[in-house]
């Protein structure tokens, strides 16, 4: 429930024709484009500081600086780097992780409570004391990012696994499944759809601690350029790498989402 | 011998996070022969559905024993398969898939799943509709597909716990003539539970009529209206008096429970 | 009876003896020289260290430091994801204009505004409320806008039929309906608004947990920042379990008056 407004776009129903784009999408332009024009003339009427809010012309053009020169390619690839490791090692550990506290009872009791605690305390808190096991390197980053993704997913995983409708498991009992039969062919495909939301929710996260990361203390990233640029206020250019990383953490998630739906789709309602 | 014998069967039950026990199902004397149909009536809460699904080893056995062939039931087995009242098809396989459920869960052997499938699919008249999942059907479609899927592991004794209560009562009549088609051609002994009297009584070669507190066989009753059936059956003399027989029985059950609220 | 009590508590047993356990074996494992425990600390030293805070003050100042900021932008966060989640949920135009903010928001990195917030509110209290504000509006305004969207149709019709006005189905049906979802939402930004004012704290503060954190961290004092650790997760736990009571008496409450 931790992001009911993507929801809102999912279960709304679109009529795209190309004469007529549905009104949301129309108010929504218009909303975005206001909001450009007031950014873009606020200054120039005296009612802001332009050198704290930029314009939006700035914007576009410190865009085309960035992805030209700046080393973008360099800095884009340390940041992914630390993702990816950090989320492949989240996906990893969780999933079996997940398995087994939804599977076993005592498990359960048992990892539950330190479990929640660090699912619901903020993990970020752990980067300082990340830096001084890790280094300033890469690894305390991906260790945020490993931290920041891993609960969402075990969670998930384990409601998935533990809420498997009884009357399945009975019904394959029925036909003499065996304990492996009954994990393989009910409880992993029944729980895939909770472990794709707990893997959705841990994108938004582990995109954060990246950020996080490395605007604590790095030596290049993206987190380090919006660092760099907010120290030098060039408000232009932080925008953009801010831009940047928000393209990048939608796109995942709707990607995410879109695989999420079509499982669901083609299951009941 | 007949070919399901239940002797002095009891089933009690664990009160959720407590110790005490509840009797569920005591003293029940019952035995089915070979190729019989027989259907259970009884009220509400009365223990058939335990009754069923120990004949179909899903529940422990407190007291007494079942035998199927001579042989002690422990637990599921391929002699045996079960069709769920509802929601019990995976909503993630087509209705193919389903139906190859259970052969992949006995491993089955006896020549191509596809086939097999598709041949059970056909016998229940879904053929069009293989590739559909379970949310693309009606409710009367889902329990064809379970139907489907119990025949296609080929068990001697089916076992069904109210497969239409689900259904409206048209729906449910044309189910029933069909049921009884499917059944003409292979025979099987077949243990069917269900709420509806008239349908208890059209499909029945034995009625067995429950009580409750604890859930225990009340009468046996012996259909002897004629086979194959077809609707016309139901305006018949004798399926009248059976109905009113049946009506007696129920009522009698509904005034004691009546009796237990108001003592509660 | 006493059985019934065991299974009740099953959970609540298993999971005390489960962090004694991880509490005895990290203690261990320290004493054991199985690790440096410049790295880790031991529950004991962060213990003595804890009393020692405790003693001067540095507990309560950081403790106070933390929640004031928390309360202000929980506080903010509420209101303003209310009315404008209340809004957005009854008029579609509204929801559709905020939408594109809305997802911004949503997977934009917030805190890599801070040198803004810093330039326009001035370094410390107020840029870690905006911060944390902005942390824990997201779900409090999406709940709020889903609990209204997601009336309860046939209640909204039958009142209709009785000759209701929009304005009472708002009353008498949308905002009774989605007080539950609204608690949720509000359980949810409990414990982001936390995280953005101690997120934001590490950055840029002279007080609060967060700081302490940094602080201690720069200069490499482990069990001196364990302690504040181990109180921010605390108080996520407690503040989380607050609100998950307040979540359930509400929904008992809707519950009993829908009978
Ligand atoms: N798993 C269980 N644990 C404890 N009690 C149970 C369990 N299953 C059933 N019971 C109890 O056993 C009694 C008989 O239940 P059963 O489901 O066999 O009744 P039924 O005749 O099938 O009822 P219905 O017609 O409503 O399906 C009921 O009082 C029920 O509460
Ligand atoms: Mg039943």
Redesign the interface.
Known sequence: MADMTAETTATRQVSFSALRPSREAVVGTLAVLAFLVLWQIAPSMGWVNGRFTSRPTEVFFAAIDVFRKDDFLFHARISLTEFVAGFALAIIVSIPLGVLLGTSKIARYLIDPPLMALYIAPTLVLLPIMVIWLGIDMAPKIAVVFLGAVFPIVLNTMAGMSEADPRFLRMARSFGATKLDIFMRVLVPGSLPALLTGIRLAVGRAVLGVIVGELFVSQAGIGYQINLYGSAMRIDRLLVYVLIVSAFGYTLTILVRSVENRIRDWRSK | MAQIEIRDLGIDYRKPKSNEVFSAVDNVELSIEKGEFVTIVGSSGCGKSTLLMAVAGLVNLSRGSIKIDGKQVTGPGPDRAVVFQEASLLPWRSVRGNVKFGLEMQRWNGGDLNERAMQMIRLVGLSRFSDYHPHQLSGGMRQRVNIARALAVDPDVLLMDEPFGALDAQTREIMGTELLRIWERHKKTALFVTHDIDEAIFLADKIVVMGRNPGHIKEVIKVDLPRPRDEAILDSDDFHSLRKRLRAHLAEDMSSMQLVKEVA | ?I??LF??R??LI??????IG?LVFWQIAVDAGLINPF??STPSQVWTEFLVQFEDGQVAANVGATLYCFVWSMGLATVVGIVLGMLAGWF??V??????????K???????????FI??LGYGTPTIIAIAFLFAL??I???T??GI?NIDRDLAKAARSFGAKPLDIFLQVALPGSVP?MM??LR?GV?RA??GV??AE??GANAG??YA??Y???L?Q?TK??V??VI??LL??IL?QILSFLESKTDSWRVDSGR
């Open positions: 009876m059985v019934e299974y009740r099953q959970a298993l999971g005390t003896l489960s962090m991880l790295f880790i579609r135009d929801e559709s204009a905020l939408e594109p903010f809305i997802w911004f949503y997977s934009a990195p917030t805190v890599a505004f801070y040198p803004l330039a326009w997201t779900p305004y999406a709940n806008l889903s969207k979802v949720a939402g949810l414990g936390l995280t101690v997120v590490l950055f947990l967060g954190i940094t201690y961290g720069q490499m482990t920042m364990m504040s650790i921010v997760i996520g736990v989380t």
